[in-house]
């Protein structure tokens, strides 16, 4: 399977348009999350560019570098998720009279296609962390940008949080979703309280 990074926007739009499971919903949440960080480095970067206050300066390069290293591993993201629910489409159709190994292969695949967006999750949750050093330290003309930036990554957060809860049904181990569940809800919960605390520069004028 080709990675969609290669692919161009319209490319890309196409992939997610046609009438093929993957790329779907768990994809889409990836890539939003993509576009959020990308848009907290813009403001980053062009902040860093200006006369820097010595504090500001390190706590925004550490929240850069940070930032930096999570743009390619959500972006990653995007393919695994394809790659995991082409997994379950694999899995469900194998013959009904293959018995157990046609169970255990569903189940394996749907955990799969429920942890990479629990993954995605994680890693927007851990931009939107960054979001308030980003936000109080933005010049006012990237403010609108950083905004869009904290609002794609909370979108990111709680799509992702629906493809874990459309899987959860499906999944055979109590334990285990028990656990998604728990974490999906706690990551959901941490997303909008840093994702409210960054936009609360903004609407305080801060």
Same mark, same amino acid.
């Given at each position: 399977?080709?990675?969609? #990074?290669?692919? !161009?926007?319209?490319?890309?739009?196409?992939?997610?348009?046609?009438?093929?499971?993957?790329?779907?919903?768990?994809?889409?949440?990836?890539?939003?999350? @993509?576009?959020?960080? +990308?848009?907290? %480095?813009?403001?980053?970067?062009?902040?860093? +560019?200006?006369?820097?206050? +010595?504090?500001?300066?390190?706590?925004?390069?550490? @929240?850069?570098?940070? *930032?930096?290293?999570?743009?390619?591993?959500?972006?990653?993201?995007?393919?695994?998720?394809?790659?995991?629910?082409?997994?379950?489409?694999?899995?469900?159709?194998?013959?009904?009279?293959? =018995?157990?190994?046609?169970?255990?292969?569903?189940? !394996?695949?749907?955990?799969?296609?429920?942890?990479?967006? %629990?993954?995605?999750?994680?890693? $927007?949750?851990?931009?939107?962390?960054?979001?308030?050093?980003? @936000?109080?330290? #933005?010049?006012? !003309?990237?403010?609108?940008?950083? $905004?869009?930036?904290?609002?794609?990554?909370? @979108?990111?957060?709680?799509?992702?949080?629906?493809?874990?809860?459309?899987?959860? =049904?499906? *999944?055979?181990?109590?334990?285990?979703?028990?656990?998604?569940?728990?974490?999906?809800?706690? *990551?959901?919960?941490?997303?909008?309280?840093?994702?409210?605390?960054?936009?609360?520069?903004?609407?305080? =004028? =801060?």
């Amino acid at each position: 399977m080709p990675s969609y #990074s290669d692919y !161009s926007v319209r490319d890309l739009l196409d992939a997610f348009s046609s009438a093929t499971p993957a790329p779907g919903g768990g994809a889409a949440a990836a890539l939003t999350g @993509a576009l959020g960080v +990308s848009l907290l %480095l813009m403001a980053a970067g062009i902040r860093a +560019s200006r006369p820097p206050d +010595s504090t500001d300066s390190v706590e925004l390069a550490d @929240a850069t570098d940070r *930032l930096r290293s999570l743009r390619p591993t959500i972006a990653a993201l995007v393919d695994r998720d394809a790659e995991a629910y082409t997994s379950v489409i694999t899995a469900l159709r194998l013959p009904a009279d293959a =018995g157990e190994r046609r169970r255990a292969a569903i189940e !394996s695949a749907m955990r799969a296609a429920t942890d990479v967006p %629990l993954e995605i999750m994680r890693t $927007c949750r851990r931009a939107l962390h960054d979001a308030p050093v980003v @936000a109080s330290r #933005s010049i006012r !003309s990237t403010h609108g940008d950083v $905004c869009v930036a904290i609002e794609l990554l909370r @979108a990111a957060v709680r799509a992702a949080g629906v493809t874990i809860d459309a899987n959860l =049904g499906s *999944l055979k181990d109590p334990d285990y979703a028990r656990a998604v569940t728990t974490e999906r809800l706690r *990551l959901g919960s941490e997303s909008d309280t840093d994702a409210e605390t960054a936009l609360s520069y903004f609407r305080t =004028g =801060g």
